[in-house]
């Protein structure tokens, strides 16, 4: 195996670094995020860092990068409290990959790919047309992360919209069935198979 102490991975160029530490902890989740400004720009963002965080209430959380440059989803959702979490889908890739590129703010990401925007509900923020998981989010709270300038978000979950298919009787939701896919790294995306369900694990007896 390769070896790499904490001297190593400090020396590393920027690029191999950002390849090798953004990839070593594993497949992530690849969402897009939703949001319009009060002034009605709509915005779109591809995130990994979406994870769940709790089911009674339910809350999830991600973590935005220091807010050194503007950063319009941020922004936007600091101002009317809303925003949406979209799966992305193997034929979205491209489109939701091109959403990380910088553009002004009154340029939306809609515009510049092709994905569309969905409203629902009476929502204020979109959601991805043609995602087979889409949820409302309410912003809560952030806490500041000093070791590194990141916050990290918390936001619960008011709307669920779950495409019939995905969703079994027993509540779980088959991602594989409708195409989601997941980030390796920065650039990475990958379709995962479905291996096994198993029992909810208990004491064995001995």
């Known amino acids: 195996m390769k070896y790499f102490d904490t001297n190593a991975i400090k020396n590393f160029k920027k690029v191999y670094r950002l390849n090798m530490i953004n990839s070593i902890t594993g497949y992530k989740s690849a969402n897009m995020i939703g949001s319009r400004s009060n002034s009605g720009n709509e ?16 809350l999830l959380s991600f973590t935005l990068r220091p807010n050194t440059v503007p950063r319009h989803t941020y922004k936007n959702f600091r101002e009317n409290k809303v925003f949406t979490v979209n799966h992305v889908t193997l034929y979205q890739v491209e489109d939701a990959h091109h959403t990380s590129a910088k553009y002004d703010e009154e340029i939306s990401e809609f515009n510049q790919t092709a994905l569309s925007p969905e409203y629902k509900n009476d929502f204020y923020a979109p959601f991805v047309k043609g995602s087979p998981v889409q949820l409302g989010c309410r912003y809560l709270n952030e806490y500041d992360i000093i070791e590194n300038g990141c916050v990290l978000i918390v936001a619960a979950i008011e709307h669920i919209f779950i495409e019939n298919q995905l969703l079994n009787d027993d509540g779980w939701v088959k991602l594989e069935d409708g195409n989601v896919m997941t980030i390796n790294g920065l650039d990475g995306y990958a379709l995962p198979k479905l291996h096994k369900r198993l029992d909810y694990a208990r004491p064995k007896t001995i």
């Open 43 to 58: 915005n779109l963002a591809i995130f990994s860092s979406v994870t769940h965080l709790g089911s009674n209430p339910p």
